[in-house]
């Protein structure tokens, strides 16, 4: 059976807080747990009110202390933000916090607008051509490489799974060099998706840690004991994902009965856009979709996306999925 994982941007929801997110954030951890999940990820986003994982180590040591087994990592850091021997030092202390539990998941992109580059003091356009250096250093790090003069304390010689991150064929073509996991992000990027495993899989070389191709896929996945009320919840992040491609992102809002039948053209075209990668029904409805995608993509595993205004909608969430696709 393919694996299932989680993917949580700990979305904070209008007229919510930034703590009520973190709180929701471990509790989701835990309902993962619970359900079976192999691994929960966040991701880094930077000045976006409704997206609380900017500082992505710090959520991930939350959510290690809230869960037990669980594997807990980045979808991802976006490493031209930072540099190689900071994200050592921070993901090596998550290893000494949670041995043998943490995945680091590494995207070029900045995570925000231009804006960002001003706001850490970085070339960005120069940081994203150094990115695959960055990453080999990383790698040296984690591998504790005897000629390094400089030692990451914690981070050398870490337990980390390290994943490339992707939503173009760059990423497909790293990863593959590099032997690295592949995580393709077709829940808000699924234009490339085909082109990209295609790659990958062609152009893998196998390194220390990986002898054959791995490959993750995100998928939008809301499950609910009927359609309605999962196109119901659903809603929600789908509104998201109009305000930011029109220019007016914010918190997550509340959700709209019948909202897809609401939308003007422009609107329509980004929801069917997104929606390319999803599954949203009951659970026979989901599983039928997930396994169809996953004939598609003959995906290693399936990290499951998808925001809901109700926190504990998506715990039922995770929970129906879970069992629907044990069964």
């Known amino acids: 059976m393919t ?22 954030a471990a509790s989701l951890a835990r309902a993962a747990e619970e359900a079976g999940y192999k691994r929960f990820w966040v991701a880094e986003h930077h000045a976006m009110e409704g997206i609380g994982g900017a500082a992505a180590s710090v959520v991930l040591s939350h959510i290690g202390n809230a869960t037990s087994t669980i ?45 960002i580059q001003q706001a850490l003091r970085k070339n960005l356009a120069q940081a994203a051509g150094d990115f695959p250096a960055d990453v080999q250093e990383l790698r040296a790090y984690f591998k504790g490489r005897d000629d390094i003069p400089l030692k990451p304390t914690p981070g050398f010689g870490a337990d ?23 995580a393709f992000a077709a829940h808000f990027a699924p234009d490339h998706l085909d082109d990209a495993l295609v790659m990958y899989r062609r152009n893998f070389k196998p390194s220390e840690r990986l002898d054959k191709p791995h490959v993750m896929v995100a998928m939008n996945v809301y499950a609910a004991d009927t359609t309605a009320e999962a196109e119901r919840l659903a809603s929600s992040q789908l509104q998201s994902f109009v305000r930011l491609r029109t220019g007016s992102p914010g918190k997550l809002p509340p959700p709209v009965e019948g909202y897809r039948d609401q939308l003007g053209p422009v609107e329509r075209r980004i929801v069917e856009h997104v929606s390319q990668a999803s599954a949203t029904g009951t659970p026979d409805e989901v599983r039928e979709r997930i396994r169809s995608f996953v004939k598609r993509t003959q995906a ?28």
């Open 3 to 24: 694996d299932l994982s989680v993917l949580d941007l700990v979305p904070v929801r209008e007229g919510g807080t930034l703590s009520e997110a973190y709180k929701s």
């Open 71 to 115: 594997r807990i990592g980045s979808g991802g850091i976006m490493l031209p933000n930072h540099n190689p021997f900071v994200i050592a030092e921070q993901f090596g202390t998550l290893d000494a916090l949670f041995p043998g539990r943490i995945d680091l998941g590494l995207g070029r992109a900045p995570g925000a607008d231009g804006l």
């Open 300 to 327: 290693d595993e399936i990290i499951v996306a998808g925001a809901t205004y109700e926190p504990e909608a998506r715990e039922t969430s995770l929970r129906l999925t879970a069992e629907a696709l044990a069964g």
């Open 160 to 182: 980390i799974e390290m994943w490339m991150l992707g939503s173009s064929l760059y990423g497909a073509q790293l990863a593959a060099a590099l032997g690295l996991p592949y």
